[in-house]
DNA sequence: TAAGATTGACTTTTCAATCTTT
DNA sequence: AAAGATTGAAAAGTCAATCTTA
């Protein structure tokens, strides 16, 4: 993806810019390893367990819930967001056995999403698996500390993207300079 | 995916272990921040410029390459992985007039795709848009020492992924302590 | 009217053959 | 037989309604 370096900047309004090597560089290599991590993390579930890398997740979060219950709109955030794919998704998954879902009594229009006995063994019977994939591709070859660096500036990307989201339009930039 | 936190360690053999805290950590905001960047980088794609984030890879890529030309199977390793899912996408490109394809006159097997001037132009009217969005999701939080940390970090774990693509098996852990 | 969830149509991806050339 | 690429059917995801309750 490093068309960043089409030499084309007619269409520029405002202060645009390309990215500079550093950046370039960051950022196919960010590309190239985000591709590979979610590949090999969804290969191996898939093999070893017979669930998705979606499907995972979601008994995870069920998992942790109190209960072992969510409700569908909290699931979607937490989990895969899109409503609709977490409808179809969960619906397949209730008909495996691995959730359940039940009206909510507190408000009407909501749905509750329970792990099942059946889904919580097939999470317990995946998880070991999981982890030690987790740890090969991105554990094993960080130092203690660069975990924590590595965590830190993801931390960081991470809060500003938030940001973005609670408060659009608002350009987020430190203009030191005008 | 906190399901690390499943206590059931039975289907242990070796030295399995769980993450620690500050791994767990980091692996959270790692997926949480790769979603969310992946999610905006399409569809800002899709709003701005009517193409998904993985056919832009295709069109950056062969943009890149000399003659605007490269082979289905090297396309396939550099952009999008999968050989049927490269084909379905570019036929769906060719019939846009994004791209073309043509045999592989060197070797009878191969089949060459070329970028288009149409899809050249495509390409270049959709890159500034993408750069800019790039810049405010990842770089603009970050300070050039950071970009250059956060590169070479993400750099040690590529470098491993692809060591064990290379060498299957050989599990790449230093075992100072037995 | 808005929120929560679902539905169905359409698009895209995956997977297991298949076909051709080396 | 193996590599390069394609095909078509099945599975999964997206998008724009739709339905129900707050």
């Given at each position: ?134 740890l090969q591709m ?41």
């Open positions: 993806m490093s068309a960043m370096t089409v030499d084309e900047r007619s269409t520029t309004n405002e202060t645009f810019r390309w990215l500079n090597p550093a950046e370039s560089r960051t950022w196919l290599v960010y590309l190239e390893t985000t591709r590979r991590i979610a590949e090999r993390m969804h290969r191996q579930l898939v093999a070893d367990s017979a669930i998705s890398a979606g499907e995972y997740d979601i008994l995870a979060r069920l998992s942790d819930a109190p209960e072992r219950t969510l409700r569908m709109s909290e699931l979607a955030t937490r989990a895969v967001n899109s409503r609709s794919r977490l409808t179809h998704a969960v619906a397949r998954m209730e008909a495996d056995g691995l959730v359940l879902r039940t009206p909510c009594p507190a408000d009407g229009r909501g749905v509750l999403c329970t792990l099942t006995d059946s889904g919580q063994a097939r999470l317990a019977a995946a998880a070991p698996g999981h982890v030690t994939e987790v991105m554990f094993n070859p960080l130092t203690p500390a660069e975990v924590d660096q590595f965590g830190d500036l993801m931390a960081k990307i991470l809060q500003s993207l938030r940001h973005e989201d609670t408060h659009p339009e608002a350009p987020a930039v430190d203009h030191h300079d005008d």
